[in-house]
């Protein structure tokens, strides 16, 4: 069975790097934690790796906006590079700052052929404050690489901006015709609801979506810190233990994306 190569991105002010390598390796595949510069300066690098990983933190400062200038120095210096990287058969995944980057960078939704403009973003948190707290997650199957069962899993938050919100109401039902909603803010029985439950007003409760591939994923929680069962907050108290973390599914479900 062929090795599965992971290229996790590390940019100034990345903080998540290790913790995604890590969880990638316990998922089966062999992950290498790379600077940007590094790829900028030889973008053939890509060609040595399979998935490809923008982890969290708060890339160069998240100055103007959290994201906004990783995601310039990206098009203008690679834009090319990534795109063929995923048309040629691999996948990407953006977590929290990731999925703030990807989203900027058009990556993950097409610009308006009309305006050129991303139609969507993510904007400061409903209630203006930085959340740092567990929350249940609903993924739906469908389309994404990442995602391979209807459940509802629990992961953590962190963030100021990651309220998802769309310029026209109707994309939400496009995307969700689409498949592409495919993970989405609940409580623990599947239902949505108004904050903590989804803890940045996300439009459709939106936590994470895919391209039109469904090889280009990206979400606000961090499945990288609930590989684990000892990671959650309250494994003290369970009655029965489970085996992993809910978040470890998602890098395995890539791996095996590439061996099945």
């Known amino acids: 069975m062929a090795n599965v190569r992971v290229l996790v991105l590390r940019a100034p002010g990345s903080n998540c790097d290790n913790e995604t390598a890590h969880a990638f390796e316990l998922a089966g595949a062999s992950a290498e934690r790379i600077h940007i510069q590094r790829v900028v300066e030889n973008p053939s690098l890509l060609d040595e790796f399979q998935i490809l990983c923008f982890p969290g933190g708060f890339s160069f400062g998240d100055d103007i906006a959290a994201g906004r200038i990783y995601a310039t120095l990206l098009q203008t210096k690679l834009g090319d590079a990534f795109r063929q990287f995923r048309d040629h058969d691999r996948l990407i995944l953006g977590i929290c700052n990731g999925f703030q980057v990807l989203l900027k ?116 929680p961090h499945p990288e810190r609930h590989v684990s069962p000892y990671q959650h907050p309250r494994w003290t108290r369970r009655k029965a233990q489970p085996v992993e973390g809910d978040g470890l599914r998602l890098f395995r479900n890539a791996v095996n994306y590439f061996q099945n």
């Open 105 to 220: 960078t058009g990556l993950l939704v097409e610009p308006d052929p009309s305006t050129g403009q991303i139609p969507a973003t993510l904007a400061f948190n409903r209630q203006g404050r930085f959340e740092d707290r567990w929350v249940h997650i609903e993924l739906s199957p469908g389309r994404c690489a990442f995602v391979q069962e209807r459940e509802v899993i629990t992961m953590p938050v962190a963030h100021a901006e990651g309220r998802f919100m769309v310029s026209r109401a109707e994309l939400l039902k496009k995307w969700q015709g689409e498949n592409r909603l495919v993970a989405r803010y609940v409580d623990a029985d599947g239902n949505a609801g108004d904050f903590p439950i989804n803890p940045n007003g996300a439009m459709g409760d939106v936590a994470g979506i895919s391209d039109s591939t469904g090889r280009v994923f990206a979400l606000m």
